[in-house]
């Protein structure tokens, strides 16, 4: 697929990749929503690619949400059907296997919001906004922000944020402007270096933990640590640290 609405390029192990509607702010039409599936697949399936840097185009916004236009047009079936592609799209980029770093380069509104939520990490610049806005609307959040806020932030800030529609300023790790890339890159090369099999299992821990009992997550989490015992990787790291040397990891 040839993008129209994103970025993608891959740079030694990483994909780099920017919603490109700057004068719509990286407002997600359902065309950027299409384009992001096929990226979350490519992430996903495509052996060069480790990881992937999520952001937007221009200074101003990473993404103001999804395309007002398109949700003025639609009526209940489809903006139900439209909901569950964006859902869907999203938890393709969260279940894809790699780390996916939200590089937050402003306006994080709506969908995207909820877009940054389902990246595993998120580094914010020093204008990054975030909001639920939808309210304001009218509508309320369909792309999963009910249900990934409250998990990320807490139960009361969560409802705060969702039923006043008001924006916040950065708050996980926030860094200039001008830096966000390269901050987010040198994050990325970092987790790039520990055990491949670890990342991936912690991943999923941390994401099918969230929908479980504590017992049953404590459950997961020791099913993988015995998994993960089984793997060259643990020997390798292991060994390493004990004769004081740098780790080379393999992915098995
Ligand atoms: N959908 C469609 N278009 C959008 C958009 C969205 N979510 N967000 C911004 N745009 C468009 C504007 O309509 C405008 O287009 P135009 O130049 O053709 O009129 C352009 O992007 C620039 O936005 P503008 O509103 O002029 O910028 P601003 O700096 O004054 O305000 C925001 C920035 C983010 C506060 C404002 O654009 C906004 O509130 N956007 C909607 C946010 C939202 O509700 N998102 C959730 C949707 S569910």
Do not use: W
Not at 31 to 44: K, P
């Amino acid at each position: 697929m040839s993008y129209q609405t994103l970025l993608f390029e891959i740079r030694d192990g990483i994909a780099f990749v920017t919603v490109n509607r700057p004068d719509k702010l990286n407002a997600l039409n359902d065309q950027v929503m299409s384009e992001l599936g096929d990226a979350a697949e490519r992430i996903a399936t495509e052996a060069g690619i480790k990881g992937a840097i999520l952001t937007g185009s221009g200074p101003k916004s990473f993404v103001a949400g999804a395309d007002i236009g398109d949700l003025s047009r639609q009526g209940p079936f489809d903006g139900k059907a439209r909901a569950q592609r964006g859902q869907a799209v999203l938890r393709q980029l969260e279940t894809c296997g790699k780390p996916v770093i939200a590089a937050i380069n402003g306006f994080a509104l709506g969908g995207g919001c909820e877009l940054a939520m389902a990246c595993h990490i998120r580094i914010a610049s020093e204008n990054a906004k975030f909001g639920q806005p939808e309210v304001k609307l009218g509508i309320a959040p369909g792309y999963g922000g009910t249900q990934r806020l409250p998990r990320l932030v807490g139960k009361g800030i969560a409802l705060q944020l969702i039923l006043t529609g008001e924006m916040i300023d950065a708050q996980d790790k926030v860094v200039p402007a001008a830096d966000l890339l390269a901050e987010s890159e040198k994050m990325m090369r970092g987790i790039l270096a520990m055990g491949p099999l670890a990342v991936r299992l912690a991943m999923e821990a941390v994401d099918q933990g969230t929908e479980m009992t504590l017992d049953e997550g404590l459950l997961l989490e020791a099913n993988h640590f015995g998994l993960l015992a089984a793997t060259d990787d643990m020997k390798e790291g292991t060994a390493a640290f004990l004769e004081k040397r740098a780790a080379r990891f393999q992915g098995r």
